[in-house]
RNA sequence: GUGGGAAUAGCUCAACUGGCAGAGCACCGGACUGUGGCUCCGACGGUUGCGGGUUCGAUUCCCGUUUCCCACCCCA
């Protein structure tokens, strides 16, 4: 049998209505912030991810799905039977040479801000001024699979971005997008939510802070657990992670980011902190908060569910000023999410079941020549938004009961032979027994109501 | 990538120190030919993840492998 491969999934009714659910509530929160949607291209240039999410972090050297694409005479990797393929390479020779020009290293997205900052860039979008973006689909990485961490997983993301003229570098944009994700929570039901705020200065900040959390470590690095002594040369923030007991009173001894904020980057902090407080959304302040990824700046965040086990956090981001030129792109800040929408559906509380439509009538033909009467009476009640359901002309009639019964329609509707003589059906509401006659004329208004 | 646990019917799970692979639910049929849910009866359902080994005999013990789960690493 085939499967689904290692860290895939198919995603099965009910489980579906919940991430319709989940989409709708998305599409109706981000748009009454006047966010767009953008759907980039679910493969990019390996060069986007290397540069714009960073070379040394994980995601990039180790856990992205990369591989060589060679033009259009082949299709890279992909399986293509020998003798066809040599054939192709006989005839082909000649232009071997300038296929082989063309290779170029493509990857399935680990993440999507990267894309969206790209055609951002390649579409001139800063000519619109402030662009409020959003996204929901699939992404890529190659990890151990886990509980609620899968290699093909989907996100929720947002991006606001815009030339600085246009206010897109403004603590009112962070506190804006902070605050939609507290209403979009609610909105979703999750409770029990915590908003983890911190900045993680300028890119200068950063550098000045390294360098004294680099200096700070030697002496006692020597005392630390084995991770942390890696970290401390491959990303020296990640120290901050450490969850080894014996670790942190020397954690506790180490700089903070905090201390090593500029002027610009503290007003623009505080400023996040006040507007969040006046529109009432709750944070707490942590600065050990760090970002994996190399371009984030100043405003970094996390939303962490405690129903989640390890993998607690449910959505994180940050601003990210200097990405877009990083790219080769124009100057322009932005601030984001991602949202791991397999880990969101977990923890929503409703059932799936309790988010499906049911059916409003289950059509039941009864006898020869019925499915024909049937299909014409399912396209009228369709037409007036029903959802309808229907058996078939040699069902008995307890068989179209127990399958309206177990699709959970609202109403049974019969229709044999009498019914279409008379042209005046039998109605049956099935959860109360109550049968009526209908004719067909008002049965659509009859099954609303 | 590292460490640990698990895998038996569509689903949830049993099967004692190695001895005929089972139950509940679901599904299908019947009791009941145009009236469901409840009840009763019956039927169907398996390469015990896969491959090897030990044994008269393996779901059970051993080795390998795959997948899932838990914890790391890291991250959404």
Known sequence: MIKAVRGTRDLLPPETALWNFVESAVRDV?????????????????????????????????????????????????????????????????????????????????????????????????????????????????????????????????????????????????????????????????????????????????????????????????????????????NPLRVFDCKVPADQPLIETLPRISQFLDNDSLRHFEAVQEILTKVGVPFTLNDRLVRGLDYYTRTAFEFTHGALGAQNAILGGGRYDGLSEALGGPPAPGIGFAIGEDRLVMSLQESAESVMKKPNVYIAPLGAGMNAETARLARELRRHDLIVDLGDENFRLKKSFEAATKAGAKYILIVGENEVKADVFSLKNLATGEQVSVPRAELAKKIQA
């Open 30 to 234: 981000f748009r009454a912030y006047n966010f767009q949607e953008i759907r980039t291209p679910i493969f990019e240039a390996t060069e986007l991810f290397a540069r714009g999410v960073g070379e040394e972090t994980d995601i990039v050297s180790k856990e992205m799905f990369t591989w060589n694409d060679r033009g259009p005479l082949d299709s890279g990797d992909a399986f293509i039977p020998g003798p066809t393929f040599d054939r192709v390479r006989e005839h082909a020779s000649a232009k071997e040479e300038e296929s082989r020009r063309r290779v170029q290293s493509l990857t399935l997205r680990p993440e999507n801000t990267a894309g969206v900052v790209r055609a951002y860039i390649q579409h001139d979008l800063e000519k619109r001024g402030l662009n409020k973006l959003f996204y929901i689909g699939p992404q890529f990485r190659r990890e151990r699979p886990q509980k609620g961490r899968y290699r093909q997983f989907f996100q929720i993301g947002a991006e606001v971005i815009g030339p600085p003229s246009a206010g897109s570098e403004s603590p009112a944009r962070d506190a804006e997008v902070l605050e939609m994700l507290a209403t979009l929570l609610d909105r979703l039901g999750i409770t029990g939510w915590t908003l983890e705020l911190n900045s993680v200065g300028s890119a200068a900040d950063r550098a000045r802070f390294n360098a004294a959390l680099r200096a700070s470590l030697v002496p006692v690095l020597g005392q630390m657990c084995s991770d942390c002594q890696r970290r401390a040369v491959t």
